[in-house]
C-alpha cells in the first residue's frame, strides 16, 4: 500500500510487526511498528437440557483468566470455583440457568453464555400420609405444570379413577 493511512486485517494472535517505508528517488527510510494482537474470544461450551439440580460447567481458555457469573435473577444457582474453565454448579432452577464466562487477557476481553436448562420437576409431594376407616379416599398431589405425573402402587393394592391426575380417587 501507498496510503500513509491503511487497515490491517487478519493479525494473527501475538505479534505482528510492520515496516514503512518512504522512497524519494534513490534515497529511502523506514521504520518498524509493533502490534500486539492480545484478542481473547470466550467459549462457555455448548447449552445443555438436563434432568437434575447440579452440572458441570465447562469453558474453553486459550489465553489468559476467566470468571464465571450467574443470573442475578437466579440466586440459588452456585458456581463451586468461580476461577475455574471447568467447575460444578449446585441449585439450578427448573428452566433456564444461564452462566457467562468472562475472559481477560493483557487489556481484552470477551464474554460468553451457556445455558443449562434443567428440566427436573421440583417440590415434588403426594399429598400429607394419611389413616382412613374406609376402602377409598382421594388423593392430591403437586400439579406437574409442564410435565405428567402418574401414580403407581408400591405397596398394598389400590384402583386409581385416573393414575395420570395429580387429583384422583383411589
Not at 436448562?117 to 388423593?139: H, K
Not at 403437586?142 to 379413577?161: A, I
Request: charged share 10%; aromatic share 6%.
Amino acid at each position: 500500500p501507498t496510503l500513509y493511512q491503511t487497515k490491517v486485517r487478519n493479525l494473527d494472535p501475538g505479534t505482528n510487526v510492520f515496516r514503512w517505508t518512504i522512497s524519494n528517488s534513490s534515497c529511502s527510510t523506514s521504520d518498524i511498528i509493533t502490534i500486539t494482537n492480545n484478542e481473547v474470544i470466550a467459549d462457555a461450551g455448548q447449552d445443555r437440557v438436563i434432568c437434575d439440580s447440579v452440572w458441570n460447567i465447562s469453558a474453553n481458555v486459550t489465553a489468559g483468566s476467566g470468571v464465571w457469573t450467574t443470573d442475578p435473577t437466579t440466586p440459588s444457582v452456585v458456581v463451586a470455583n468461580s476461577t475455574s474453565p471447568n467447575s460444578g454448579v449446585t441449585g439450578l432452577v427448573y428452566g433456564d440457568n444461564n452462566f457467562t464466562w468472562t475472559v481477560s487477557y493483557n487489556g481484552c476481553v470477551d464474554s460468553d453464555v451457556v445455558t443449562i436448562r434443567s428440566n427436573l420437576p421440583r417440590n415434588v409431594s403426594a399429598g400429607a400420609d394419611q389413616n382412613i376407616c374406609t376402602g377409598s379416599t382421594s388423593l392430591t398431589a403437586t400439579n406437574p405444570g409442564d410435565g405428567t405425573g402418574l401414580w403407581t402402587v408400591t405397596g398394598g393394592s389400590g384402583v386409581f379413577d385416573n393414575a395420570t391426575a395429580n387429583q384422583t380417587d383411589v
